[in-house]
């Protein structure tokens, strides 16, 4: 049970000194009261797609919650629609919510688990008068309920008696007529300025095996019409929507008074809009049937799986989330956000490393041939405790060829003719000369280093403005790095009326670097495992596609800093 006290009013027990959002507000308000002794929320996804960021807002909400203030909450899978899903989406959505470290204390259900019930809910409905059996086609019942300025008119079906409509109902269930022959309608308001309450189908006839029930059914129960009943069922107290959902409230509402069964109540927020992106699950299953990506877990993709799998932390996410914070108005907010509370956690605990991703050779002309040492390296100047890791060097390296110019100003401090730089955790090196292949490009440059100047015990007296990283050459580990970016240039891609979102795919999106250069420490690393590449970014295997290529595949999660100008 809960030991919240009236005196916690408008603040989060987790964060006394953060103003609690509406939605806690009320349950501050209805544990006071004691009009419940303990709250009970859900998390109802569909299984047909993969979750996105957008669902991770919705999880961390009705999942925190319910951790705030000592609840339960459920994961109710809304299985109503079983041509769209299927069993993978289901293992998906589990597997995701686990990553974000949430637990679904309450118990997992589905509505098929209801389908009985909910089908006895609709006999007591037509008993009362208040459902019809309605065989008119679709079309005509949408040109029948008129338009938000004008009211509907009742269909010639509307005043079957109550008994007819029921031997009707059960034919439907029993497979007597074809699919689309009829549909079962609520009895409520032709005139309602809702349109949602003029006379919503509440049953339809489908012949499409269920994942879960296979073909015990042939008909199916309107999401409208499932919705709120499964809540009643479970016994949730607070209904978190998103606000699309606020004009179904009242119809929600209907449907639990006329049932006279436990009270539900629904509560909508604003759901999360990312720019950069699309939050559409059929727009996401476009882009997965028609190859512009390489599935729902592709790392562009902002599912939650596709997210992981670029290296996305659950604490980022979750921190995410809750910068975003609950409100009740619309809005969009940057993708910088969601890259900021990645960096912001990856810089805490991301052990570092060196990687050469456009790899030319760094010769020390005057480092003994045959000599290696080992160096050492923090793993992490922001954790003491991470300590360190011991760096091969010798003669031959790897080197970045963007910090090589044959021509730079005083302003460039990294390499170049008369230019002075130290070596990460190494030594102090100036430029001696290099050389070019045939077509005129570098591909090697030629240092000196100075004994006296290695890092941690530097008595060279020398000052080097730049620090540049490399990677020890006869001991480096080949692999393939994968440069993600954001998978649209226009901030909102589905925003346009007269335009495919389609057209708006940035181009750059994915830039995937061959024969790249690693430090070979790396070769240990576990996937999903973040590192900081030193200068480049932040890092992490990509366990599955290593698999697939015979080869390390690596994944930029996230640049250093913001650098989009998009």
Not at 69 to 76: E, W
Not at 83 to 104: C, P
Not at 221 to 244: K, N, R, V
């Amino acid at each position: 049970m809960s030991d919240f006290r009236s005196d916690h009013k408008d603040v989060r027990p987790d964060a006394p000194n953060v103003p609690a959002h509406f939605i806690e507000q009320i349950i501050q308000e209805d544990l006071a009261s004691g009009k419940h002794k303990r709250i009970h929320t859900r998390f109802p996804p569909e299984p047909n797609g993969y979750l996105h960021i957008g669902h991770a807002k919705a999880i961390c909400l009705s999942f925190g919650l319910a951790e705030k203030y000592n609840g339960s909450v459920n994961l109710r899978f809304d299985d109503t629609n079983p041509e769209k899903e299927n069993q993978e989406y289901v293992d998906a959505i589990r597997r995701d919510v686990q990553w974000l470290g949430y637990h679904w204390n309450g118990g997992e259900f589905y509505t098929s688990d209801y389908f009985e019930t909910l089908f006895q809910y609709a006999s007591i409905l037509i008993k009362k008068g208040k459902a019809y059996v309605d065989h008119q086609n679709p079309e005509t019942i949408a040109e029948q309920k008129g338009t938000p300025t004008a009211p509907g008119t009742n269909s010639p079906h509307r005043e079957r008696s109550p008994e007819e409509n029921l031997q009707l109902f059960e034919e439907m269930r029993a497979g007597v007529h074809p699919d689309g022959h009829c549909v079962l309608r609520a009895k409520i308001d032709m005139t309602h300025p809702n349109m949602h309450m003029r006379d919503p189908v509440i049953y339809r006839i489908k012949r499409a095996h269920h994942h879960r029930t296979g073909n015990d059914w042939c008909i199916y129960p309107m999401y409208d019409f499932a919705h709120g009943q499964s809540d009643s069922i479970e016994g949730i107290t607070h209904s978190l929507c998103t606000l699309e959902f606020e004009v179904h409230r009242p119809l929600y509402d209907w449907f639990i008074q006329e049932l006279e069964i436990f009270p539900s109540r629904q509560i909508e927020f604003a759901r999360l809009n990312l720019d950069h992106t699309v939050m559409s699950k059929r727009k996401l299953l476009r882009l997965v049937e028609d190859g512009v990506v390489d599935g729902w877990d592709d790392p562009r993709m902002p599912t939650i799986s596709g997210l992981r799998r670029r290296g996305f932390t659950p604490e980022s996410i979750r921190t995410f989330c809750d910068r975003v914070g609950i409100a009740k108005r619309e809005n969009v907010i940057d993708f910088s956000l969601l890259e900021w509370a990645l960096r912001d956690h990856l810089n805490r605990v991301a052990l570092r490393a060196m990687a050469v991703l456009d790899p030319i050779k760094l010769v020390v002309v005057n480092y003994p041939e045959g000599q290696t040492e080992m160096l050492p390296s923090e793993n992490n100047p922001e954790d003491p405790e991470a300590g360190v890791r011991m760096m091969p060097f010798s003669r031959e390296l790897w080197m970045e060829r963007g910090d090589f110019r044959e021509e730079a100003n005083k302003k460039w401090f990294r390499l170049a003719p008369g230019k002075t730089v130290r070596l990460k955790s190494a030594f102090i090196v100036r430029y001696v000369n290099h050389t070019v292949d045939a077509q005129g490009n570098v591909n090697e440059v030629h240092v000196e280093y100075f004994p006296d100047s290695r890092s941690g015990s530097d008595t060279s007296g020398i000052k080097a403005k730049g620090t540049l990283h490399w990677v020890n050459a006869a001991t480096a580990l080949d692999a393939e790095v994968r440069l993600y970016d954001r998978l649209f240039a226009d901030p909102t891609p589905d925003g346009h009326a007269d335009r495919e979102f389609t057209e708006f795919l940035n181009p750059d999106s994915l830039e995937v670097r061959t024969h790249c250069k690693l430090e070979p420490s790396l070769g240990e690393a576990p996937g999903e495992t973040p590192y900081q590449f030193t200068r480049l970014g932040y890092f992490s295997l990509d366990s599955e596609k290593s698999k697939a290529a015979g080869h390390p595949v690596w994944n930029r999660s996230v640049t250093l800093k913001d650098g989009w100008k998009g």
